[in-house]
Nanobody, 124 residues
Framework: QLQLVESGGGLVQPGGSLILSCAASGFTLDYYAVGWFRQAPGKEREGVSCITSSDGGRHYGGSVKGRFTISRDNAKNTVYLQMNSLKPEDTAVYYC?????????????????WGQGTQVTVSS
């Protein structure tokens, strides 16, 4: 079964940090660009970050640039999202998605596989 599984979400205070993981099973991520998206209640799905398969190039949304870091470990078939200096407005369900492409795509509809999502809540 081909799937992505996210983990690492939870409740954190403003200014805190979390590391999200996205593990693939049933296929290898080596040839896939992997993106993180998030969706807050009543809002549209938003691209957060993406890492290419070709050269490990990284892309970030404007609201998270400088605070979040995406990385991948192909040996573990996993992509990570390090989130620092978290703000209440970062509260959302975070999803990882993979696309069979050397480069990232902005449109979430183009991604081939999706995880089930993990809740991140930033609150005091």
């Amino acid at each position: 079964q081909l799937q992505l599984v996210e983990s690492g979400g939870g409740l954190v205070q403003p200014g805190g940090s979390l590391i999200l993981s996205c593990a693939a099973s049933g296929f290898t991520l080596d040839y896939y660009a992997v993106g993180w998206f998030r969706q807050a209640p009543g809002k549209e799905r938003e691209g957060v970050s993406c890492i290419t398969s070709s050269d490990g190039g990284r892309h970030y949304g404007g609201s998270v640039k400088g605070r979040f870091t995406i990385s991948r470990d192909n040996a573990k078939n996993t992509v990570y999202l390090q989130m620092n200096s978290l703000k209440p407005e970062d509260t959302a369900v975070y999803y990882c998605a993979a696309i069979l492409s050397p480069t990232c795509r902005a449109a979430y509809e183009e991604y081939d596989y999706w995880g089930q999502g993990t809740q991140v809540t930033v609150s005091s």
